[in-house]
Nanobody, 128 residues
Framework: QVQLVESGGGLVQAGGSLRLSCADS????????????MGWFRQAPGKEREFVAS????????LYADSVKGRFTISRDNAKNTVSLQMNSLQPEDTAVYYC?????????????????WGQGTQVTVSS
């Protein structure tokens, strides 16, 4: 069973930084992290969930939404079964619940339909 747990959310002022982490605490943790792409999505109040970033199984390839490119960095540590999202220069429009997801394949993708497992989410609030 895959269990993705996000952490690191909170309240920050505009221009500040946060680092989100996602860990797989399930019994298949090793297989999930080492063989599959991982992604981050977010959902703001009243809006649909949107893609933020994705990283391939070995971390060699990354993909970002235009809205976060140059400000956010996704990384992974397969030895520790974790994936992180470093968020810099945060703006109020970044306020959302952020979700970690495990992909079906090893390649990066922005499409939510290609992610099988999802965490419960962590709230990020950016004040102006």
């Amino acid at each position: 069973q895959v269990q993705l747990v996000e952490s690191g959310g909170g309240l920050v002022q505009a221009g500040g930084s946060l680092r989100l982490s996602c860990a797989d605490s399930g019994r298949t943790s090793g297989r999930t992290f080492s063989n599959n792409a991982m992604g981050w999505f977010r959902q703001a109040p009243g809006k649909e969930r949107e893609f933020v970033a994705s990283i391939s199984w070995k971390g060699a390839s990354t993909l970002y939404a235009d809205s976060v490119k140059g400000r956010f960095t996704i990384s992974r540590d397969n030895a520790k079964n974790t994936v992180s999202l470093q968020m810099n220069s945060l703006q109020p429009e970044d306020t959302a619940v952020y979700y970690c997801a495990a992909g079906r394949s090893s390649s990066t993708t922005a499409s939510a339909q290609y992610y099988t497992y999802w965490g419960q989410g962590t709230q990020v609030t950016v004040s102006s």
